[in-house]
């Protein structure tokens, strides 16, 4: 190899690349469907952030191409074989709470701060500087490099499913998605609904009625909000003083108002990421089990005793039959990232369940099938990528350790986590960075952030690992 200082690369371009990240970082690009388009089949704002990286890899010389405004690519180099990174621009809603902009990018204190910091902008655009240095310095390479850029990884991953029925798949690359050293297993990821049947019993005359519950928007997110409207026939002094008695007890913030002659009553939580639910507060299921201590009508009491007896404090599965542990990989895991009811439809619970490669899934789904069927629910929507696993002695392994130990001085372990990265859409895939042994994740939070340090060294990182990997 070239006798190369990557960081002093990277030193040498720290200003733009700083520069080039809060551009990014100031698109709101949330998933935004009842506002999509033929032209921007997941909203206005995510499209943008694709074309920027496309647009600023144009500027700096690499080939580019839009595929089909789900997502797209950067590439330099020739030749027939092709390594990657696969990255994405799209976030998740910023959520409450928030003590700077959270599209405004802000650097302060060492930190830059907004939605997407560490997931997944400023890994992104560190892996666009990695690739950018090994083009500027002209080095001899084999392959062809690319930088993938998908738009729906907070989502359903329809960028990616798009992509690869339209593009080649590399032959090895890595997610700069998730930690470092590198993330060679993943837990499958299910997602799916348990949705009240609409023959519950409805009851007429009750002294307190649910109108509507509403908490959470994502699958993969711990909900910080949750709103229920009733309809009160009789004195309400006792109940909200019950309520602001919860509230103490449970050292959570909230309020209540009269909107339209119903008690609107609101909950503050904590978000977190739903790979691990025990990491936050999820507002939804508090607000429930306050719920589910006052006599509420029949098919109001239903939803919220359900919420409770299946996922209140229960984040493994325990409930619902399917507790499963994994030596390698850890826990099953059961995120309640959505709650809705209203009193025609009744509730649904949108649910996030991350398993070991040892859990039987079809034997694990009819067992909660049978649990929600004797609580007059039903399972619906379900979705669910397989979990992921790349054998150490790979070679795309061996090379990313090469890289890691020569920069950090540091044993390269290999971690498995509960988190799915786009890895798993590779052929042969890591995660590989960005974020580094002992710093907090605080993807999915109030106050994201990425240190500029660390995307100084992640950087670095990757023009090492492209530079290596399109080695033959």
């Excluded at 830059?112 to 666009?128: E, L, N, Q, S, V």
């Excluded at 306050?290 to 007896?309: C, E, H, P």
């Amino acid at each position: 190899m070239a006798n190369i200082d990557w960081k002093d690369e990277v030193d040498k371009r720290k200003n733009e690349l700083i520069r080039d990240l809060q551009g990014l970082l100031r698109i709101k690009s949330v998933l935004n469907e009842p506002k999509s388009t033929e032209d921007a089949p997941l909203g206005m704002e995510v499209k943008q952030a694709l074309e920027y990286m496309l647009e600023i890899g144009e500027r700096d010389g690499f080939t580019s191409k839009n595929v089909g405004n789900l997502a797209g690519h950067l590439e330099m180099g020739a030749g027939d074989g092709l390594i990657a990174a696969l990255c994405h621009v799209d976030v998740v809603p910023e959520g409450d709470g928030w003590s700077v902009d959270p599209f405004g990018g802000e650097v302060k204190d060492g930190k830059i701060f907004a939605r997407g910091a560490i997931d997944d902008k400023g890994p992104t655009m560190a892996a666009y500087y990695g690739m950018k240095i090994v083009n500027e310095l002209g080095l001899p390479i084999d392959k062809r490099i690319r930088l993938i850029i998908g738009t729906d990884e907070e989502s359903k991953w329809r960028c990616v499913d798009h992509y690869f029925k339209h593009e080649e798949m590399p032959e090895m690359g890595f997610a700069p998605d998730a930690d470092f050293p590198i993330i060679n297993a993943e837990k499958g990821i299910a997602d799916f609904d348990l949705k009240q049947k609409r023959d519950s019993p409805k009851e007429h005359g009750a002294k307190i009625t649910l109108i509507s519950f509403f908490s959470g928007r994502r699958y993969n997110m711990v909900p910080d909000h949750a709103r229920a409207v009733l309809d009160i026939q009789c004195d309400q002094t006792e109940l909200l003083q019950l309520f602001n008695d919860f509230k103490y007890r449970q050292d959570l913030n909230g309020s209540y108002y009269v909107e339209s002659g119903y008690l609107v009553l609101e909950l503050e939580g904590i978000s977190a990421h739903g790979m691990e639910p025990d990491n936050g507060k999820n507002a939804g299921l508090h607000l429930a089990n306050f719920l589910s201590t006052i006599k509420l009508d029949r098919k109001g009491m239903d939803f919220v005793n359900v919420a409770v007896q299946f996922f209140f404090e229960d984040s493994r599965g325990r409930a619902l039959g399917v507790r499963h542990n994994d030596e390698m990989i850890g826990d099953l895991t059961i995120n309640v990232g959505k709650i809705t009811f209203n009193d025609e439809d009744g509730g649904r619970f949108g649910l996030n369940m991350r398993y070991p490669a040892s859990f039987l899934m079809e034997e694990g789904m009819q067992k909660i099938m049978k649990k929600a069927e004797e609580a007059n629910f039903e399972v619906t929507n379900v979705s669910n990528l397989q979990p992921h696993y790349v054998p150490t002695d790979d070679i795309l392994i061996q090379k990313l350790i090469k890289v890691y130990e020569e920069q950090t001085n540091e044993k390269a372990e290999m971690l498995s986590i509960s988190g799915g990265t786009y890895a798993r859409s590779l052929k042969t895939g890591v995660a590989f960075g960005a974020l580094f042994p002992g710093r907090p994740d605080v993807a999915h939070q109030k106050d994201e952030y990425m240190e500029i340090e660390d995307l100084l060294r992640a950087t670095a990182l990757y023009a090492q690992a492209f530079y290596e990997l399109a080695q033959d």
